[in-house]
């Protein structure tokens, strides 16, 4: 259930901030997302994968912080951010 080189690719050159940038929380929440999307996808066929939905749920709580930390430094790039990706918040 790893996430694919070119998925991460792809995600880092959406939301980066700049010509370098891997490592903004922009960048981090867009990774969790794909990750969480695919836990998600994976959990639907196994449901009984109980290590998995532990994992999901963590990576939901470390975007939930991120998110959180985004709001408090810097609102515009929050409600930027959360359209773009489609976060129910």
């Given amino acids: 259930m790893r996430l694919d ?23 981090q929440v867009g990774i969790i997302t794909e990750k969480i999307k695919n836990i998600t996808e994976h959990l639907k066929v196994n449901k009984k994968d109980h290590s998995s939905r532990r994992g999901l749920i963590m990576l939901v709580g470390k975007r939930n912080a991120l998110l959180k930390y985004l709001n408090r430094q810097d609102k515009e790039r929050y409600t930027a951010l959360v359209t773009k990706l489609k976060i129910r918040r």
Avoid: A, F, Y
């Fill in 5 to 27: 080189k070119e998925v991460k690719q792809n995600t880092i050159q959406e939301l980066r901030t700049h010509e370098t940038d891997t490592g903004s929380p922009e960048v």
